[in-house]
Every structure is written in structure tokens, then in C-alpha cells.
């Protein structure tokens, strides 16, 4: 074997424990942990879905409540990983001082990356397939496709989580992460077309959607989860997705490491 | 990886720029294996930005760094794995328990089961903090978060251990305590780069130290050395005017008669004499205080 080989093989595992270790953390308080991403799906469906849905025509061969059942799992994605990646990362690197800590130990900056990627890929992955499965099991999504959701959560998690990483290089404090909450986050949320289709948008926003992860977390969830168009949407906002994850996570990585590694 | 020669830590024309701020310039010392090596130096002299290039987690502008024979800015990872670090805030993992601190360590290090449970066991025993083992951080007073520092920094067995300012803020019991554990490492062989404000410190456990100022090396030797080359003999501190409202004089003298006879005679002027200290020698080379801030 390759010393580089032993080195790479060596800065996975340590990445690999760096995101233990929040796993660790995060399973001192699960309960509280949780608990938003299990309400806030439950009251999404109860009140969306169920109760507004009812009130609203159907457009298409779907309930209201199917049609925004997908949205709602890829949106357990976006925000465990957005918030884990600004506040959570914040509050580790500029308060509990973990990383400097980290640093002592063979873990580097690359280390510390690395492994708060593979948290929120994880984090993304096992929240939403959790929240899928609870979907098909209330007959509101279909189970065809259901083994693609992790990797689905993966997507979602690493981009929008990137997003929340890049904030901490921006705010001057933990406060201004709501002012990133309410200009990207918030209207990459409402204008995904998890609540209604973009078609009827104007053209304008349709094209914006684009360049929104979100969007294309939601279309990749509505293929997925209706189990219709699954590959071409998988290939093109699967693509995308993966794409901008990619080009997130190192304008992340490029933002981060000169701070971690002075 | 390439040695330079037998020293443990070799250091030559290091410089570090922060934009246009240089923080530090041409330093340049080295450390041999076992010795305990002193980093002195008021706030601000940058000790601690030498100490992170040491163990790799800051680069450097300039120089040459070789450290157990790697370079830290290429093979920090590697380098780490045989050193053992303690930072002067402590960095303790808040949201975990005393031993649950010392087994993450333990799995970053590569040690795992039973010979991580057992050492961590030896280890807590060793600085009296077995009682505390599942106690959170937040219920450690100032003394034990040190020392709970001190002792996972000796979980990977360190050949290099690098104490930054280990017993600031710690009561004189505590203190003796990581003294005596530092003379015991010392005695196995570790070899310690410590930096500290405490002069006494520094001149009892110190083989060997330099003092920076304002980035750059002013002296370095050991400390009984330095103090009989620049500063022998004593130093006596008393009020010009004897009256307590005058500027306070600071004055070196061979002997303690001399200081005797240098007060004002019937002036009811009092002061104190003392052997000459470190303190002494830096102020003498520097016109500044180790303890004052740039």
C-alpha cells in the first residue's frame, strides 16, 4: 500500500470520527434533537394536508396531501442540515472551541471538513428516509422507490448544509444567521414547488428555481416518493443536484480552511 | 521526511505574517531530546502562533520547522500523533463527560477497547479525577478542567508534550501537582516545550528557554545562566521619596548591604530585596514587563 494511499484511507477514518462525535453529542439530547424533525413533518401534514388540503381543489391525479408529502420529506433534509451547519458548526468552532481541540489530536482542518460533510449527508439521509418511510407507511407516498431516499437525503444535506457552512464565514455573529434564514433559506423553501407546482409561476422564478438545491431536492423527492419520471429526474435534478453540492461543499471548503488552518 | 539533526524540535528563521502584521521574525532556537524547553514572553509576543506552527495547525511566512524529524506543515497528521498538546483555554469537549472526553481522544490516537479504557483508568487515577469520571465538564472547578487537559494530552504516550501556559489561573496546590507531574514525565524521557508568565516556573522546570518580544527571540539559555550574565546578584524595589506617593525604583545591587545603605538614611523608607529573577533580565533587555500587554 501507498503511503498517500494510507494517508487518504487514515484522514477517512478520522473524518469518519469527527462525525461520531457529533453523532455522540447529538445522541446526549435526542429526544430534544429530534423532536423538530419529527413535529414539524407530523404538523406539516396535519395542517397542510390534511385540513388545508382538504380545502383545496386537487390539481392533478393526487391529493393535496400526496402531492406535498415528497416536499416534506426533502425538507426534513434542508433544514437539519442547514441549521446543523450554521448554528451547530458556529457554536462548535466559535463557542465550544471542538475543532481547536480536534487539532491537537492527528485530525487536521481537512479532517474536520470532511467529517462535518459526512454528518450532514448522514444527518440528511437518515432524517428524510425516516420521514419517507413514516410517508409511505401512511399511504401518503409510494414504497417503489423508497431504498433511493438516503442517498436523496444525502443530496439535499450536503448542499443546503454547505450553504450553512458558507454562512459562518460571512456573519460577523451567531444573530445574522437569521437574515441568511430569511433571504436564501426562506424563499429557497416556499418557491420549490413543494407546495405548488412552479409551471404556474412566473417565468422569471421558474428559471431562478434552477439555481436553487432545494428545488431540485423536491423535484428528485416528488419523482422518487410518486414513483413516476424516477430515472430522467434523477439524472437531470439528481445531476444538478450532486453538481451543486459538489460546488457548494468546495467554496465551502475554500471559505473554512484558511480559518481552521491559520 | 527528512531529520536535520539529532535535536527533537529545530526551528531556523521562522517568520509569520497575518496580511502586513508580522508576528513573528527570524526566530530561530532548537530542543533536544528530554529537555524541557521554556517559551517566554509577554501577551501578545507570539508564543502561542509559534506553538500552533510547532504541532502544525498555523503555517508559516518563512523559515524552516522540523519537529521529530517531520515538517508540521506537511505532515501535521503524522507529527501529531506523537505529541501531546495542552492549550492555554483548556478546549474541552463541554458537551462530553470527563471520560467520554478521554475515550474520543483515545479513538482519534488509534487506541481502542480495553487498552483505551485501561489507560484512560491510569491515566484519570494518576491526576486524582477516577471520582470524577462521569461528571460533566461544567461541573469541573478551574483546577480539574486543567488537569483533566493535561492528562488526555498524555494519552498517546507524547514524545513531544507542549504545555501552553498550563498553571495560569491555578491555586499553588494544583500548581505543584502538573510540576511534579511534569518532572516525572521529564525523568521518562518526554521532552516539553512550556510556556508560561510564572518566572518561578519556568526557572524551576526549565533546562533551557528563550524569551520573545515583539515576534522575536531576545535571549535565549538557561534560565540560572541568563539571570548570572545579565542580572546577578539581587534587586531591590522601593519608593523614591519613602512616602509611598513616588515613583517606584527597581535597582540591581551586588550585594544585600549595598541596597541597605542605598535607602534614604532616617527617611522611614522602606523596600524589599531579592535574589535577581528572569523578570529582571527581561526588563533590563527589554524596558518592558513579561507580564504587560503590547
Same mark, same amino acid.
Given at each position: ?99 481547536? $481541540? ?10 474536520? +471538513? ?18 419517507? +418511510? ?27 448544509? $454547505? ?77 444538478? +443536484? $450532486? ?5 457548494? $461543499? ?13 | ?143 480539574? /478542567? ?69 515576534? /522575536? ?78
Amino acid at each position: 500500500m501507498t503511503s498517500h494511499l494510507r494517508s487518504s484511507i487514515e484522514s477517512v477514518r478520522l473524518s469518519g470520527l469527527v462525525a461520531l462525535r457529533h453523532w455522540l453529542v447529538f445522541r446526549r439530547d435526542f429526544f430534544a434533537n429530534v423532536s423538530p424533525t419529527l413535529v414539524d413533518p407530523f404538523l406539516y401534514i396535519l395542517v397542510f394536508g390534511a385540513w388545508l388540503g382538504t380545502q383545496m381543489q386537487s390539481a392533478g391525479p393526487r391529493s393535496y396531501l400526496e402531492f406535498m408529502a415528497p416536499g416534506i420529506a426533502a425538507m426534513t433534509a434542508l433544514f437539519t442540515s442547514f441549521f446543523e451547519g450554521s448554528y451547530g458548526f458556529y457554536v462548535r468552532l466559535v463557542y465550544e472551541n471542538v475543532f481547536k $481541540a480536534l487539532m491537537t489530536t492527528p485530525v487536521g482542518p481537512r479532517e474536520v +471538513l470532511f467529517g462535518e460533510l459526512i454528518w450532514l449527508g448522514s444527518k440528511g439521509a437518515i432524517m428524510s428516509s425516516f420521514v419517507s +418511510l413514516v410517508l409511505v407507511v401512511m399511504g401518503v407516498a409510494k414504497p417503489n422507490y423508497l431504498l433511493l431516499t438516503p442517498i436523496m437525503g444525502i443530496l439535499i444535506g450536503v448542499s443546503c448544509g $454547505a450553504i450553512g457552512l458558507l454562512a459562518c464565514t460571512f456573519v460577523k455573529n451567531i444573530n445574522q444567521f437569521q437574515a441568511v434564514y430569511a433571504w436564501i433559506i426562506s424563499p429557497m423553501f416556499f418557491v420549490s414547488g413543494m407546495f405548488v407546482p412552479i409551471a404556474g409561476m412566473p417565468a422569471l422564478i421558474q428559471k431562478v428555481c434552477w439555481l436553487s438545491p432545494f428545488y431540485h431536492g423536491v423535484q428528485l423527492a416528488q419523482a422518487t416518493l410518486w414513483a413516476e419520471g424516477v430515472l430522467s429526474a434523477w439524472i437531470i435534478h439528481g445531476g444538478i +443536484l $450532486a453538481a451543486m453540492a459538489g460546488l457548494l $461543499a468546495t467554496w465551502m471548503w475554500h471559505r473554512i480552511y484558511p480559518q481552521l488552518y491559520g | 521526511m527528512s531529520v536535520l539533526g539529532a535535536a527533537i524540535v529545530e526551528v531556523k528563521g521562522l517568520g509569520k505574517a497575518y496580511g502586513k502584521t508580522q508576528v513573528l521574525s527570524d526566530v530561530g532556537f532548537s530542543i533536544n531530546s528530554g529537555e524541557c524547553f521554556g517559551l517566554l514572553g509577554p501577551n501578545g509576543a507570539g508564543k502561542s502562533t509559534l506553538i500552533k506552527i510547532i504541532y502544525g495547525v498555523v503555517a508559516r511566512s518563512q523559515g524552516d520547522v522540523r519537529v521529530l524529524g517531520w515538517d508540521p506543515q506537511v505532515d501535521g497528521k503524522e507529527l501529531r500523533k506523537h505529541l501531546g498538546v495542552v492549550m492555554q483555554d483548556d478546549a474541552l469537549d463541554e458537551a462530553m463527560t470527563v471520560r467520554g472526553n478521554m475515550l474520543m481522544f483515545c479513538r482519534f490516537h488509534g487506541i481502542k477497547g480495553r487498552q483505551a479504557a485501561s489507560r484512560v483508568d491510569d491515566l484519570l487515577e494518576s491526576m486524582s479525577l477516577t471520582a470524577k469520571a462521569q461528571a460533566k465538564i461544567s461541573a469541573l472547578s478551574g483546577g480539574m /478542567r486543567r488537569r483533566l487537559a493535561f492528562v488526555r494530552s498524555l494519552l498517546s504516550n507524547p514524545r513531544l508534550l507542549i504545555l501552553d501556559e498550563p498553571t495560569t489561573g491555578l491555586d499553588p496546590a494544583v500548581r505543584h501537582a502538573l510540576w511534579d507531574k511534569i518532572r516525572e514525565l521529564k525523568r521518562n524521557g518526554t521532552t516539553t516545550i512550556l510556556t508560561t508568565h510564572y518566572m518561578d516556573e519556568a526557572e524551576v522546570l526549565c533546562d533551557r528557554l528563550v524569551v520573545i518580544d515583539q515576534g /522575536r527571540v531576545k535571549i535565549q539559555g538557561n534560565p540560572k545562566q541568563l539571570i548570572q550574565d545579565h542580572c546577578p546578584g539581587y534587586v531591590g524595589v522601593f519608593n523614591e521619596d519613602g512616602a509611598g506617593t513616588g515613583n517606584t525604583i527597581r535597582r540591581e545591587y551586588a550585594t544585600i548591604d549595598a541596597f541597605t545603605s542605598d535607602m534614604k538614611p532616617g527617611g522611614g523608607q522602606t523596600g524589599v530585596i531579592r535574589p535577581s529573577n528572569l523578570e529582571d533580565v527581561f526588563l533590563k533587555l527589554t524596558g518592558r514587563d513579561l507580564k504587560e500587554n503590547d
